[in-house]
């Protein structure tokens, strides 16, 4: 197949050599031609239409002038120098000037003869001025070569601007590339895909994409670039997925029996809601396959997660196993524990707590109870995947809080027995529906997008500094309610001391509005000894104390449906995911519950869409949404490993239709023809092996 040929090495690109090759891997990892090829201009200048003079604003960005130079004059002194050019065209006046270079175009320049003019207008001496303009005389009749298009703009550095290599420079290496091997741009996929899509072909999209003729064309190369792109990274994803399914079997869980059915029509305390209900019917229908369950359990805070985890538990004991759940810390493990026992009850079935700080001797009985089988359920930290621990039968593992949990730590669990057990892996921090499909393309995805009928929303409110009495006021109401109020400091490692200080100095504030007796808090932060912490969350959470001080440790952890009031200081310090996390600590029982978040009175913009956000609404899909739209998906945990990162083209922000549509179409192709053996599939079985050469498919899950 030719298409090695793109496999060149850039140095062998005429116009490049070693030099030039040296910085174009180092500052844009371009290591041959196709790399080139795909890198696709960040923006494009319109060079399609002529703007009027009177038209031109010193914000605009690039644009384009037909002018007559009317005169040019060489002002100033050494440092002051510049050659300042006057042009006009039947609106008005626009005045050039040149800091660099000013004999050059001082010679170039001819008054009366009239130019097009290219450049980026700015604001001098309180008019509008056009700094270094490109200028190239105009020649009547003559279509200007070239200039009438969008031109592409290049991400350069300052390394290859040395080189030459500014963006001009990159396209003039695009250029030379697109000319001498665009004939081995080959196509990669289907014909019937291209025309149910209407895609245009390969090679155009690349020329089109580096040189639109129009906004027009622009749009069909990026379509099919972007598609093409999202194509092949589901089709590595799905492909993973099947291959999994059909290397391990996987438990069969086909019977209901006593657990379930007694928890659920004697101990279950409330009526599912249907979210829960469905999820617990695709979990049913998935762990009856034969094939090992791979499962992503997304739901907001407090929407319900741990009684579905634990109904699954209870099915995975009615068949014969043994199940675990795990969390990322022990606080939350023990929370997991504590909740489980009191739904279950006594004497129901036998369940442990394994973390960390269990002692040895304790520890000891839990592993025997294990390896014969006597213990059902295992709750606990990493501790659960040491390799000591050894079960007789494990069925299901639920993980609580994927992110934190590594590929391998997943992997690991497998091993713990023969068949590998199912997976549940649950988190609180929903994700783009765009990103789901990427990060976990090749996990099954269980949404509960609803709260228990009970549930009141939270009412959030902004305050700035200037209302901070009324703040102290509302708190008062509420703790004479009998309610109990967070209030959360953020904690930046940077300034770490200043937070500190920051803390103290709102807690003695705290305790002036609020003296003895009668009212008692709690301190939480991250200097505390594990115990103290403990301690003090113990009084919190026995209702000792009212109000909580802490900085962002209780993230992840306390429930306390007694407490109702979320006070979030410095709330534009914290990022839109990590407030919404905050602020599901509250409302999880049945009286209103309140977020307050206080900021200073200026905000950057992002940090007021932020709190905007917040005021708006509670639904954690809409704010995870905003949050991808504000950080771009790169900052978002968990996407450092999942390929979306090496996306070129397409954009999970605002691709997801077209996301969708590469999905359900390699979703298709593999119920028809799982192989990919049929001849018109052929060319991505090819264009496969191409992009993973040497990749093989086990490696990767
Ligand atoms: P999360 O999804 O955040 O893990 P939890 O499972 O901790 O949520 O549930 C939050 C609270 O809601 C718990 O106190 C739980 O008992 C309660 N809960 C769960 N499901 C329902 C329901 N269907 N109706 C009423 N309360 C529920
Ligand atoms: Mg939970």
Request: net charge positive.
């Amino acid at each position: 197949m030719n298409n090695q040929h793109l496999q060149t090495p850039i140095e062998y690109l005429k116009g490049v050599g070693l030099s030039r090759a040296e910085v174009l891997k180092k500052e844009l990892q371009i290591y041959v031609f196709e790399d080139l090829l795909r890198l696709i201009p960040y923006k494009y200048i319109d060079r399609t239409r002529f703007y009027k003079v009177k038209d031109i604003q010193p914000d605009m960005p690039y644009v384009q002038v037909l002018a007559r130079v009317i005169s040019k004059e060489i002002m100033g002194e050494k440092h002051t120098k510049r050659l300042i050019v006057q042009a006009k065209d039947d609106t008005g006046v626009i005045e050039l000037a040149w800091f660099q270079g000013i004999k050059w175009v001082e010679k170039m320049v001819v008054p009366g003869k009239v130019y097009v003019l290219f450049g980026k207008p700015g604001f001098f001496n309180g008019k509008t001025q056009m700094p270094h303009p490109e200028l190239e005389l105009y020649v009547p009749g003559a279509q200007q070569k070239g200039n009438l298009t969008l031109q592409p703009a290049y991400n350069s550095t300052e390394k290859l601007k040395q080189f030459s290599l500014d963006s001009k420079g990159i396209q003039k290496l695009v250029t030379i590339l697109l000319e001498q091997n665009g004939r081995h741009i080959e196509e990669n996929l289907p014909v019937y895909i291209i025309n149910r899509f209407k895609l245009m072909g390969r090679a155009e999209a690349y020329r089109g994409i580096h040189f639109p003729a129009d906004a027009t064309q622009l749009k069909e190369a990026q379509y099919r670039l972007k598609f093409e792109e999202l194509f092949f990274l589901q089709l590595k994803l799905l492909k993973n997925k099947l291959l999994h399914t059909q290397k391990f079997k996987g438990n069969i869980f086909d019977k209901v029996g006593d657990y379930f059915n007694e928890f659920f029509h004697h101990k279950l305390p409330f009526p599912l809601t249907n979210a829960q209900k469905r999820v617990l019917k695709e979990i049913r229908l998935d762990t009856q396959r034969g094939v090992q369950m791979n499962r992503l359990l997304q739901g907001d805070v407090g929407s319900g997660k741990t009684v579905v985890a634990l109904m699954c538990m209870l099915l995975a004991l009615d068949n014969g196993f043994q199940a675990c759940i795990m969390a990322p810390t022990e606080i939350l493990a023990t929370q997991h524990y504590e909740t489980i026992k009191s739904l279950v009850g006594e004497g129901f079935i036998d369940i442990a707590l394994l973390t960390g700080s269990v002692p040895q001797k304790l520890r000891k009985g839990i592993h025997e109870r294990l390896e014969d089988g006597r213990l059902h359920i295992l709750v606990g930290t990493h501790a659960l995947i040491e390799d000591k621990v050894q079960y007789k039968n494990l069925g299901l593992v639920v993980i609580d809080e994927q992110h934190r949990f590594g590929v391998e730590q997943r992997a690991k669990l497998w091993k713990k027995a023969a068949v590998p057990p199912h997976m549940l892996v649950m988190t609180a921090t929903p994700i783009p529906r765009t990103l789901a499909m990427t990060m976990y393309g090749d996990l099954d995805i269980s949404v509960i997008d609803e709260l228990p009928a009970n549930r009141k929303p939270i009412k959030t409110h902004h305050y700035y500094e200037a209302q901070r009495l009324r703040m102290f006021g509302f708190m008062r109401e509420e703790i004479a309610k009998g309610r109990q109020i967070y209030v959360v400091y953020p904690l930046i490692q940077e300034s770490e001391k200043l937070d500190l200080k920051n803390l103290q100095d709102g807690i003695e504030i705290m305790l002036r509005e609020f003296p003895l007796p009668g009212y008692h808090i709690s301190v939480v932060h991250g200097k505390l000894k594990a115990a103290d912490k403990e301690a003090e969350m113990q009084r919190f959470v026995k209702g000792q104390t009212q109000i909580m001080v802490a900085t962002t440790v209780i993230e992840v952890g306390v429930n306390v449906p007694n407490a109702s009031v979320m006070i979030i200081e410095n709330a534009e310090r914290f990022g839109l995911s990590q407030l919404h996390q905050l602020r599901g600590r509250v409302g999880r029982g049945a009286e209103q519950s309140y977020c307050i978040l206080m900021s200073k009175e200026k905000l950057s913009n992002d940090g007021r869409i932020r709190l905007n956000t917040m005021v708006r609404t509670n639904n954690g899909f809409e704010i995870a949404e905003t949050d991808m739209q504000l950080r771009g998906p790169g900052d978002i945990a968990g996407t450092q490993q999942s390929g979306v990162l090496d996306l070129k083209v397409a954009d999970l922000t605002t691709d997801q239709e077209v996301l969708q549509q590469a999905r359900n179409v390699v979703i298709e192709i593999f119920e028809k023809d799982p192989q990919l053996a049929a001849p018109e599939n052929q060319i991505l079985n090819r264009a496969f092996q191409q992009k993973n050469d040497g990749l093989t498919w086990d490696k990767i899950s």
